[in-house]
T-cell receptor, first 112, second 117 residues
């Protein structure tokens, strides 16, 4: 069975600064996808970024980038130039055979 | 249209009531999902429909009964629920994936907040 671990319950960052959220996972499969989802107070789940396990290159979406270390089974999310609208719960997720498994989540607090 | 629409947004029901949650999408997606999310917890998968057929049931109690009448619509029928079933119920849709890594982006609705009294 796959497990996804987010060890940081909460992270605080000042506006315009950078914050990194950690995620580790456990799997015996070689082909899979990893995701970061954002859930603001509205509780709508929003896809932030997606990484394909067979790709060496780290995914980037504007101010969001990942550091994917396949051998270490690590998938961290970096938010650069943080904005107040980035405040939300962030979930790391692993996809295999159509089942998305989420980590416990990290609450990001952005201070002015 | 890239929306998944869920109704109602809020629902309060007694333990003897029968109610239904509705989810609709018009993106041509053939996979649809129900997730349950308790406060401050991650979503937990309940059911997956692929081409209108139930493909995954995560051992959900029979008081939850899913239905997929067509490719755009997904219902969740509720009967004799317990107070511990109070949660946010999220619907999602995606293209049908193939193989071990589906890689398909899930589009989520904004959920139905359910309270069972």
């Amino acid at each position: 069975a796959q497990t996804v671990t987010q060890s940081q319950p909460e992270m605080s960052v000042q506006e315009a600064e950078t914050v990194t959220l950690s995620c580790t996972y456990d799997t015996s499969e070689s082909d899979y996808y990893l995701f970061w989802y954002k859930q603001p107070p509205s509780r709508q789940m929003i896809l932030v970024i997606r990484q394909e396990a067979y790709k060496q290159q780290n995914a980037t979406e504007n101010r969001f980038s990942v550091n994917f270390q396949k051998a270490a089974k690590s998938f961290s999310l970096k938010i650069s130039d943080s904005q107040l609208g980035d405040a939300a719960m962030y979930f790391c997720a692993y996809d295999s055979w159509g089942k998305l498994q989420f980590g416990a989540g990290t609450q990001v607090v952005v201070t002015p | 249209d890239t929306e998944v629409t869920q109704t109602p947004k809020h629902l309060v029901m007694g333990m003897t009531n029968k109610k239904s949650l509705k989810c609709e999408q018009h993106m041509g997606h053939r996979a649809m999902y129900w997730y349950k999310q308790k406060a401050k917890k991650p979503p937990e998968l309940m059911f997956v429909y692929s081409y209108e057929k139930l493909s995954i049931n995560e051992s959900v109690p029979s008081r939850f009964s899913p239905e997929c009448p067509n490719s755009s619509l997904l219902n969740l029928h509720l009967h004799a629920l317990q107070p511990e079933d109070s949660a946010l119920y999220l619907c999602a849709s995606s293209q049908v994936g193939r193989g071990p890594a589906t890689n398909e982006k899930l589009f989520f609705g904004s959920g139905t907040q359910l309270s069972v009294l």
